[in-house]
């Protein structure tokens, strides 16, 4: 009788056995509750994305404490979704830039015009076909906003993917060129990791940026129509209406909540499973550690469905995979011959050309439309004024981006080299260039009246409060990755002070900094809307400049002198770009490390 059992015994040891190691361990029971939690908040906060809605409908924000977990969800969620869309966009943008010379010679003008455009300028030309494109429901506000978001947050993610695939080491590239790496295999097994730590440290910045801009997105107020949606942006536009400071304090308490979350929860881990992505030959001491990161790991499950994701992607889109080994480079094809060949050696010849004479005719033909628009709305007259207007903001925006670079980058680069520094300080410059200038309003508006300040120049740093950290955000990206090598090289050599940062830090960082001066510099000129035309209840702060007439042509709807506000604007942007920013770029890709 006791031998039948024993087989039993066995199979059920066996299975005891088995369900022990593919089964869930005490990490996957840990996970367990946080994912069913977000997955939990993401659909509900996705179901009141699409409620009925009528135009007109008057809006209620209650100030109740209560309210603003619901009101954090919804931010965070159309944060999320404005993210993955700049994550695309960024992706498609600097692929091609990069890819096509012609291309290049009409994407980077285009996004430097588009970083130009404030928040207020696209609002206002988006948030009726969204409307009209979901009529009778919330959803179509919704993408508005997210649309919003999005232009707060994408053009940065751009300028920095498409600065890392330019000055990947020509090492990189030739090893990509003996392998025989097609374009799609060399984005995503060469480019894209190279500047994935980049990235991700921007990807950081551009949440910020879409916090700096929440309520501009939130509370959207275009001709006539006052649309609040349920978030922390529109929270605080309600509280800074009522003048209401405990609302300012709670929103404020509620935004460093979500900011942790998302750090802990999204950032942290991405950063630290990044760092296997630096360029390096040793391994250095700035490895990145992330609590979460490190429970998947540990997790049965969590590994067992990311190696299954994975392999899913490789098979689903097999270009992902590296060329065979040993595989050599194609001969070339054969020579073409007759009207084949005629007619590809006059595109060799001439397509350059014609391209670059067909972008000349469509910029002649877009400043033929402009003078013509000028000419028959607005006149001449507030064209100069403008213009003087844009000269004042200029002024501000360069002196402040020169102040920011003397302090930040010394600081960033000190924190770059310094991993637990660099991991302790992230959160908090998170929530820094996530602050929104609108919270400072009670401040500024007291003092100011108080000690009887000039606008024109106490109004000025608010310009710069958010953007600064664009360039300490890329400054210690930059620094993070330089590899450890070149660190301990300097140091056998005995390179010391301005020396050693003449001849290492600097060139290692200039790249970076440069993605972070750029883009703090498009954002201060956006910033200058909401910097330079104070409100905080019925008391008005207002300062000469191009900002402050942006806002205040929005406010009285006038269209045509917000359309001449925004292509000054633009135009600004545009020459600074054309005649400094780009020669610095060259700079970078001359001597930059």
């Given at each position: 009788m006791v031998e039948l059992f024993f087989p039993r015994r066995a199979g059920a040891a066996a299975t005891v056995a088995a369900w022990r190691a593919s089964g869930p361990n005490r990490w996957d029971w840990a996970l367990l509750p946080l994912v069913l939690a977000v997955l939990a908040a993401a659909g509900f906060g996705a179901s009141q994305m699409a409620r009925p809605f009528t135009?007109?409908?008057?809006?209620?924000?209650?100030?109740?404490?209560?309210?603003?977990?619901?009101?954090?969800?919804?931010t965070m969620l159309r944060m999320f979704m404005a993210l993955?869309?700049?994550?695309?966009?960024?992706?498609?943008?600097?692929?091609?830039?990069?890819?096509s010379r012609a291309a290049e010679k009409v994407l980077l003008p285009l996004l430097d015009v588009l970083q130009s455009v404030p928040i207020l300028g696209f609002q206002a030309i988006a948030i009726a076909p969204f409307i009209a494109l979901f009529p009778g429901n919330l959803l179509g506000v919704e993408c508005a906003a997210v649309f919003a978001i999005f232009t707060s947050q994408a053009w940065n993610m751009a300028f920095s993917l498409y600065q890392s695939m330019r000055n990947v080491p020509a090492e990189l590239n030739e090893a990509a060129r003996v392998f025989c790496l097609s374009g799609w295999q060399r984005f995503w097994r060469l480019?894209?990791?190279?500047?994935?730590?980049?990235l991700l440290w921007n990807m950081m910045m551009s949440m910020s940026g879409g916090w700096f801009f929440l309520v501009a997105a939130e509370a959207i107020s275009v001709a006539g129509q006052d649309i609040k949606l349920p978030g922390i942006g529109a929270y605080i536009a309600v509280a800074i209406e009522q003048e209401n400071g405990r609302a300012i304090a709670l929103a404020?308490?509620?935004?460093?909540?979500?900011?942790v979350l998302y750090d802990q929860l999204f950032f942290r881990p991405l950063l630290a499973w990044a760092d296997k992505f630096r360029f390096e030959d040793t391994q250095g001491d700035t490895a990145q550690r992330s609590w979460l990161l490190d429970w998947g790991r540990r997790s049965r499950w969590t590994r067992k469905l990311t190696g299954q994701f994975w392999t899913a992607m490789r098979g689903t889109l097999g270009w992902f995979a590296a060329a065979p080994a040993g595989a050599r480079p194609a001969a070339a094809p054969p020579a073409p011959r007759g009207a084949h060949a005629w007619l590809r050696g006059?595109?060799?010849?001439?397509?350059?050309?014609?391209?670059?004479?067909?972008?000349?005719?469509?910029?002649?033909?877009?400043?033929?439309?402009?003078?013509?628009?000028?000419?028959?709305?607005?006149?001449?007259?507030?064209?100069?004024?403008?213009?003087?207007?844009?000269?004042?903001?200029?002024?501000?925006?360069?002196?402040?981006?020169?102040?920011?670079?003397?302090?930040?980058?010394?600081?960033?680069?000190?924190?770059?080299?310094?991993?637990?520094?660099?991991?302790?300080?992230?959160?908090v410059a998170q929530f820094l260039a996530a602050f929104p200038v609108n919270l400072m309003f009670p401040v500024v508006v007291y003092l100011m009246v108080a000690l009887k300040l000039q606008p024109n120049i106490w109004l000025s740093p608010l310009m710069v409060f958010g953007t600064?950290?664009?360039?300490?955000?890329?400054?210690?990206?930059?620094?993070?990755?330089?590899?450890?090598?070149?660190?301990?090289?300097?140091?056998?050599?005995?390179?010391?002070?301005?020396?050693?940062?003449?001849?290492?830090?600097?060139p290692a960082v200039f790249p970076a900094y440069l993605t972070g001066a750029i883009t703090a510099c498009g954002g201060s000129w956006n910033a200058s809307i909401?910097?330079?035309?104070?409100?905080?209840?019925?008391?008005?702060l207002a300062a000469d400049g191009l900002g402050s007439y942006i806002k205040q042509m929005t406010d009285a709807g006038d269209f045509h002198r917000i359309a001449l506000g925004v292509s000054v604007m633009c135009i600004f942007v545009m020459l600074l770009n054309r005649f400094f920013w780009t020669r610095m770029y060259r700079l970078?890709?001359?001597r930059g490390l």
């Open positions: 135009l007109g409908q008057p809006a209620v924000i209650a100030l109740d404490a209560a309210w603003l977990p619901y009101y954090l969800l919804r993955g869309c700049s994550l695309l966009f960024a992706f498609v943008f600097a692929a091609v830039a990069v890819k480019e894209l990791p190279f500047a994935m730590p980049n404020i308490a509620a935004m460093l909540a979500g900011i006059l595109l060799a010849r001439h397509g350059a050309r014609a391209w670059d004479v067909a972008i000349v005719l469509a910029a002649l033909l877009a400043a033929w439309q402009l003078l013509m628009f000028v000419h028959g709305t607005v006149g001449w007259a507030e064209v100069a004024h403008v213009g003087g207007l844009g000269f004042i903001t200029l002024l501000r925006v360069m002196v402040l981006i020169a102040l920011a670079s003397l302090l930040w980058v010394p600081v960033a680069v000190w924190i770059g080299l310094r991993p637990r520094w660099a991991q302790g300080v992230q959160a600064q950290w664009y360039i300490l955000f890329n400054v210690v990206a930059g620094a993070s990755t330089i590899p450890n090598e070149l660190r301990l090289a300097a140091d056998n050599l005995g390179l010391k002070g301005w020396l050693k940062w003449k001849r290492v830090y600097l909401v910097a330079e035309y104070v409100t905080w209840g019925k008391t008005t970078a890709e001359n």
